[in-house]
């Protein structure tokens, strides 16, 4: 079956560094990838996503790059603030008998010190 | 604005009741889901609905019922055959269910079975 694996948690960072948080995945077919992120408290607002080979999704400066030799979409960003604290989670869409189920991996906590 | 509501925002149940969550959408989307959220875990599939009068189990919906009587609307009911319903309930809503859809979330109802 599908699945996705998200790199453990929790990450703590300082204000500026560079983020990475490594996604791989399992599927049959050609899957979309997607990121979301989940403040306390709230539901899930996607980051950005990515429909096919060597795709690169972005949005407010986080990038993920669609790889399918490695199975990958690993989430960067390259200076992380305060307010980027909160949970990750990548997610994938699959055809067949996946039809119009989300995969989640198992999130990632980020916490951002100042 | 357009978006997905979902209400209560918190929601407490004594053993042996049944609770129904509401979820409502102006998107003007015809797929709506149900995904339940536990701690450090990722979401997991409930039931979704494609269109009007019609719905999927998804991965767990033993205890759950739903109906979808309106565009707009797709009720979640946890009866009392679910065992263990303390959890993050959380509805989504796309265009349809290709695999490139993206699903938007609402803010979620946390239910606690006391």
């Known amino acids: 079956g599908n699945s996705v694996t998200q790199m453990e948690g929790p990450v703590t960072l300082s204000e500026e560094a560079f983020l990475t948080i490594n996604c791989t995945y399992t599927?049959?077919?050609?899957?979309?990838l997607f990121w979301y992120v989940q403040y306390p408290g709230e539901g899930l607002q996607l980051l950005l996503k990515a429909t096919k080979a060597d795709d690169k999704g972005s949005n407010k400066g986080f990038e993920a790059t669609y790889r399918k030799e490695t199975t990958s979409f690993h989430l960067e960003k390259g200076s992380v603030q305060v307010s980027d604290s909160a949970v990750y989670f990548c997610?994938?869409?699959?055809?067949?008998?996946?039809?119009?189920?989300?995969?989640f991996g198992q999130g990632t906590i980020l916490t951002v010190h100042p | 604005d357009g978006g997905i509501t979902q209400s209560p925002k918190y929601l407490f149940r004594k053993e042996g009741q049944n609770v129904t969550l509401s979820c409502e959408q102006n998107l003007n989307h015809d797929a709506m889901y149900w995904y339940r959220q536990d701690p450090g875990q990722g979401l997991r599939l409930i039931y979704y609905s494609q269109i009007v009068n019609d719905f999927q189990k998804g991965d767990i919906a033993e205890g759950y019922s739903v109906s979808r009587e309106k565009k707009e609307s797709f009720p979640l009911t946890v009866t009392s055959a679910q065992k263990n319903p303390t959890a993050f309930y959380l509805c989504?809503?796309?265009?349809?269910?290709?695999?490139?859809?993206?699903?938007?979330f609402g803010p979620g109802t946390r239910l606690t079975v006391l």
């Open positions: 989504a809503s796309s265009t349809g269910l290709a695999v490139t859809d993206t699903q938007y």
């Open positions: 599927a049959t077919g050609y899957p979309s």
């Open positions: 997610a994938l869409a699959a055809g067949g008998t996946s039809y119009g189920k989300l995969t």
